[in-house]
């Protein structure tokens, strides 16, 4: 992380009368136009409410999706407006535009201690482009900045970035305990320290692994990422998805892994089928000796047992990423293993990633958990100590 300080609600000092710009992380799935999860929309509350207590009228930004800089009916912002309002108890005005002069005439009429939200960011090429017109536009709309949204923080984005470059800004509560938590995981983390891995691709989460070996005493692998390990070591993978391009970087990790007496925990059984559908033939295997025609899509039932083992030992867990495709209730057994472990360890937990959030709450143990990231690709990237643009705006002298 940037050296310094992370300037926080405090530094805007008294916000009577002020307009401030809120980024929200409100990028949550929907399924026909229904939120799925709003794990990310009440994360937010808190720092909403802060600020209308202090006397501020808001204005909120998100993206939702990936538009590709053109309006997408199926990703307006109205489901999250209305969700919002339930949260908030108080009426969320939303706006059918992100920038421009009617956008311009609403916040102005806006009345104190009001919340209007703006459409889908990302509608505009002018977000992800950085653009100066664009983050200028929407930087005149506030009196302060506040930026709550973790999960893009590693974006260089208008709204992230081009806006708190223009505003006096601070990070939001959301944001703040997100970088305490995942500060205390880099630098301060009691041992034996495990994180969980999974996932589909192996070359999504290799920086991560190479960042984690440096600091874990255990990583345990799974989902479709391990049997880019396996096959790398030589074992028959069967159908399974593997990356042979990245082979050679995961026995990297695994010697370094070695030298440092960190220990690599792969699966050693798993549910293998010839495709991965609900009523699909399958049957428990050895991790690697995978028959052709068949492809693992979940930890086996003794691999569930080993891996609940080193969680039930950790002082300190990161879990990013499930154990197979635990959408279909045949291979869930696996993850939901996992989260059944993770949840019931003494440990300070901590648990990233839209899947990994997904299959807690699906088990009904999002509450068992001492903190849930809403950054997904951000907080790996944090973990990995590399620079994110988004809070290094933030920083004290920044």
Sequence with gaps: MTGGRLRTLEDLGDLTAQTVLVRCDFNVPLEGGRITDDLRIRATAPTLIELLDGGATLVLCSHLGR???????????????????????????????????????EVMAAEAGSVTMLENLRFDPGEEA??????GALAS???????DAFGAAHRAHASVV????????????????????????????????????????????????KALVQRVDALLVGG??????????????????????????????????????????????????????????????????????????????????????SISDAKTILWNGPMGMFELEPFSAGTRAVAQAVAGAPAFTVVGGGDSLAALAKFELTDSIDHLSTGG??????????????????????
């Design 224 to 309: 479709a990422m391990a049997f880019s390990f396996l096959a790398a070591a030589g074992a028959e993978v069967g159908e399974s998805l593997v990356e042979p391009d990245r082979y050679d970087e995961v026995r990297e990790a695994v010697r370094e892994a070695d030298s440092r007496g960190v220990l690599i925990q792969l699966p050693e059984d798993v549910v293998a089928a010839p495709e991965p559908a609900v009523d699909a033939p399958r049957r428990t295997v050895p991790a690697r000796s995978i028959p052709r025609g068949l492809m693992g899509l979940d930890i086996g039932p003794r691999t569930a047992e080993e891996f609940a083992r």
């Design 377 to 398: 690709g951000a907080s790996l990237e944090f973990l990995e100590g590399r620079e994110l643009p988004g809070l290094a705006v933030l920083m004290e002298g920044a």
């Design 130 to 135: 950085n653009a100066p017109a664009f983050a």
């Design 141 to 147: 709309l506030a009196d302060l900045y506040v930026d």
């Design 162 to 209: 081009g806006v708190a470059a223009r505003l006096p800004s601070a990070a939001g509560r959301l944001m703040q305990r997100e970088v305490e938590v995942l500060s205390r995981l880099l630098e301060r983390a009691d041992r034996p320290f495990v994180a969980i891995l999974g996932g589909a691709k192996v070359s999504d989460k290799l920086s991560a692994v």
């Design 67 to 105: 538009p590709q800089g053109r309006p997408v009916e199926s990703l307006r912002l109205d489901p999250v407006a209305a969700r919002l309002q339930e949260v908030l108890e108080r009426r969320v005005k939303k706006l059918d535009q992100v920038i421009g002069p009617e956008v311009q005439r």
